[in-house]
């Protein structure tokens, strides 16, 4: 895509993300001919499928363009159990982030500050790790 710039330092991790081995990167935006907006349909990673063998049940994303791929990210991963965007780990481009919100909202998609994540997972988490079904369990 024109407005990607492969190989360029913006496009590399910095130095300070902590990755572990277990890690896992999906490249996108590499068809000239043109790709999906969200990281799910662009490519053929079939990562949803993997992660729901790997027993993993809340998706999170975060990023450049929240209003764009982050957005369409949240969106074509919607079928999965819990799909979360981290709001301050994420920036806009042209839209306002109160309507991405809503929007994300109305496609049952989770926006969340980081701050509010170990809640969140305490909250869908039991003690033997397990899913919880409903908040009255965590009583």
Known sequence: NDHCVQGDLGSMFPESLIRKHS???VETGLDPQGDSLGVIRDTNSHILEFLNEA???TV??????F????KESAVQA?????VVVIK???KCLREPP???????FKQRVEVLDSKNLPTYYAKHTALNGTEVQDDSELA
Do not use: T
Request: charged share 25%.
């Open 23 to 25: 890690d896992i990167i």
């Open 55 to 57: 027993g993993i049940s």
């Open 60 to 65: 999170c994303f975060a990023g450049l363009a």
């Open 67 to 70: 209003d764009i791929h982050v």
């Open 78 to 82: 919607r079928d999965f159990p819990r």
């Open 88 to 90: 301050d780990a994420c």
């Open 98 to 104: 109160e309507q991405v919100q809503s929007y994300l």
